[in-house]
């Protein structure tokens, strides 16, 4: 039989995993993303040593998959920028402010710009470098900024920025952040 049909079940056959890709763009975080980050880390170096003490061809196939993030949260660790959002102007969206739109049929969505490794859509954590966060920065309160999508731009209002959590502004109260859902609005 040819070796090109026989499955290597050697644990010398598991090869590296190829580098994960870094953005070209500089690594700014907040001081709750560089946190994250370092917990991140640190759950991926525990996992590494527990991978470590088996000795089976799926543990070195996980411990790729490990080694590879590990390599990857080194790299991202060692080149954040961490901007504190207390030294930021209020009275303009900067990277770490919590944003208030408006879109073209009243409904008020929240976002928060963050860093790349920061961002999450689905709570309202949006890139400091998608075409949205670059929509509203440097925004102020009542300014009408275009959102430029593939689907079509979106005109929207800013009518709020803060600098915490909206739940730490409203006593506990719920608030909804979330992905937004608009229609395409062409002018």
């Given at each position: 039989?040819?070796?090109?049909?026989?499955?290597?079940?050697?644990?010398?056959?598991?090869q590296?995993?190829p580098?994960?890709?870094?953005?070209?763009?500089?690594?700014?975080?907040t001081?709750?993303?560089?946190?994250?980050?370092?917990?991140?880390f640190?759950?991926?170096?525990?996992?590494?040593?527990?991978?470590?003490q088996?000795?089976?061809?799926?543990?070195?196939?996980?411990q790729?998959?490990?080694?590879?993030?590990?390599?990857?949260?080194?790299?991202?660790?060692?080149?954040?920028?961490?901007?504190?959002?207390a030294?930021?102007s209020?009275d303009?969206?900067?990277?770490?402010?919590?944003?208030?739109?408006?879109?073209?049929?009243?409904?008020?969505?929240?976002f928060?710009?963050?860093g790349?490794?920061?961002?999450?859509?689905?709570?309202?954590?949006?890139?400091?470098?998608?075409?949205?966060?670059?929509a509203?920065?440097?925004?102020?309160?009542g300014?009408?900024?275009?959102w430029?999508?593939?689907?079509?731009?979106?005109e929207?209002?800013?009518?709020?920025?803060?600098?915490?959590?909206?739940?730490?502004?409203?006593?506990?109260?719920?608030?909804?952040?979330?992905?937004?859902?608009?229609r395409?609005?062409?002018?």
């Amino acid at each position: 039989m040819s070796r090109a049909f026989v499955k290597e079940e050697t644990l010398e056959a598991v090869q590296e995993l190829p580098a994960k890709p870094i953005s070209p763009h500089p690594n700014y975080l907040t001081p709750d993303g560089l946190a994250k980050l370092r917990e991140r880390f640190a759950y991926y170096q525990a996992r590494y040593a527990q991978l470590g003490q088996r000795d089976d061809i799926g543990a070195r196939q996980e411990q790729l998959i490990v080694e590879r993030e590990l390599r990857y949260l080194e790299q991202r660790l060692k080149s954040a920028i961490v901007v504190e959002p207390a030294v930021q102007s209020e009275d303009r969206v900067h990277f770490g402010a919590w944003v208030d739109v408006k879109d073209p049929h009243g409904t008020i969505h929240t976002f928060r710009i963050v860093g790349e490794d920061e961002a999450d859509a689905k709570i309202g954590y949006i890139s400091w470098v998608s075409p949205l966060a670059q929509a509203l920065l440097d925004a102020q309160i009542g300014d009408f900024v275009q959102w430029r999508r593939p689907a079509g731009e979106v005109e929207l209002e800013v009518i709020a920025i803060r600098w915490q959590p909206p739940t730490q502004l409203l006593g506990g109260q719920s608030w909804t952040i979330g992905t937004v859902h608009l229609r395409n609005v062409v002018k």
